[in-house]
């Protein structure tokens, strides 16, 4: 007789991007005249850069004919791909990241969240809170968490480290030391950053206690400040205790292509085993490479001219940033985020729950974004807006937020 997974049925209802989606279908169809501005699923908008396409096309081109054909690709990453990322996303950065550390993907999500697998069930998982899903749901999935508590709305067993106005949206060193420890910087959904000195910190903290950091640098491509660390492996020590994941999603664009990639250092060592040889083997079992034509897009990124469009791109978004920041301010929320990152987290106005605010956003300007809520306990009375809507779009809604 076969048997379930019973790890699953810990995970509660439904998934918060259904239940916005579901929510804006039934107000459209009540209201068919209503002119809805979506800043809350974090999906890019703009199309692929020209050099991008351009690779593509002659990717395919390559394809076509017998000489060029490609098949399976190296599960691992072609080199050409693995190189150029060891050299522009590492070592020009002064980290000492080879291209055999390197494992291409077809994205940070399914790495983020298979990379759990790698480690002892018992291992005890800290996040942040509030936190990108994930981290958590995978962890549950595999059996690393007790049962889900609907008071708290919090897994037993998991460390949750809020991050509050208080502290700045920062999370604090654990008191009770966890195994594993997931950060993300620049954060989704709050949009803060951490400086080097302050991850530094957690570098030091995971080495003292044998600790590995699953580091999600998803955004650093938004990162404008100086002291922010684009990667873990600028701190000192992180080859040692540090995995980091990274994306071409909202670098360049590739959200529906699909790429991205896990660095995994030689030197990181668990019970003296080096998690590079694990993860290779995990990624050669159960993953078939990602697309030839799909590593040739993202080798252009690196490009002199891919480079150029793709930064014009994000300088694009992040004008919206600025745009939402400075509008919502002007129209007297409290906001933060949006300098380093795509996202923008507000206070909602008068104590409101995260789902009044959303329901009124809607009613009132036709506008969506994500209830702070849906990322966890310390999200709630937060709003997530994000910047990659379309210039004119984001323009119009922050009017609109001025006449609420
Ligand atoms: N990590 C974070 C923090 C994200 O916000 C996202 C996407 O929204 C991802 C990873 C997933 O990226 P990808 O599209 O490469 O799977």
Same mark, same amino acid.
């Given at each position: ?67 060029? =054909? ?48 790698? =480690? ?285």
């Amino acid at each position: 007789m076969a048997t379930i997974n019973r790890n699953y049925l810990k995970l509660p209802g439904s998934y918060l991007f259904s239940t916005i989606g579901r929510k804006v279908k039934e107000y459209g169809e009540q209201n068919p005249e209503a002119d809805i501005i979506r800043l809350g699923i974090g999906d890019v908008t703009r199309p692929l850069a020209p050099s991008i396409i351009q690779a593509l096309h002659s990717a395919v081109e390559e394809m076509s004919k017998e000489e060029s =054909f490609k098949g399976y690709a190296p599960d691992l990453g072609y080199e050409f791909l693995r190189d150029i990322i060891a050299k522009k996303d590492y070592q020009e950065r002064g980290c000492q990241i080879q291209a055999d550390e390197i494992f291409v993907s077809d994205g940070a999500k399914s790495d983020c969240g298979n990379i759990q697998e790698i =480690f002892g069930v018992e291992n005890k998982i800290a996040v942040c809170d509030p936190v990108y899903p994930v981290y958590v749901d995978s962890n549950v999935m595999a059996g690393r968490t007790g049962e889900y508590d609907v008071a708290s709305q919090r897994f037993h067993g998991v460390i949750y480290m809020p991050c509050t106005e208080e502290n700045g949206f920062m999370p604090e060193l654990p008191k009770e030391v966890p195994d594993l420890i997931y950060l993300c910087f620049p954060n989704n959904p709050t949009g803060a950053v951490m400086k080097k000195a302050d991850l530094q910190r957690w570098v030091d903290y995971a080495r003292e206690h044998k600790a590995v950091i699953l580091y999600d640098s998803a955004y650093e491509a938004y990162i404008s400040e100086e002291d922010v660390p684009h990667s873990i492996y600028e701190c000192e020590g992180a080859r040692e205790c540090a995995i980091e994941f990274r994306s071409f999603s909202k670098t360049a664009g590739f959200t529906g292509l699909r790429l991205g990639y896990t660095v995994v250092p030689k030197d990181l060592l668990v019970e003296g085993v080096a998690l590079h040889s694990l993860w290779a083997r995990r990624h050669g079992t159960k993953f078939n490479g990602a697309p030839y034509i799909v590593q040739k897009a993202g080798e252009a990124v690196y490009s002199l001219a891919g480079r150029k469009e793709v930064e014009e791109q994000i300088a694009y978004y992040m004008g919206n940033a600025k745009i939402i920041l400075e509008g919502l301010q002007a129209a007297g929320f409290e906001a933060s985020g949006g300098k380093n990152a795509p996202y923008i987290w507000l206070k909602t106005p008068n104590c409101m729950t995260s789902w009044e605010f959303f329901d009124m956003l809607l009613e009132k300007a036709n506008v969506v974004g994500t209830p702070g809520s849906g990322f966890g306990p310390h999200g709630e009375h937060y709003f997530r807006l994000t910047a990659f809507g379309s210039r004119e779009n984001t323009i119009r809604a922050m009017e609109r937020f001025k006449s609420l």
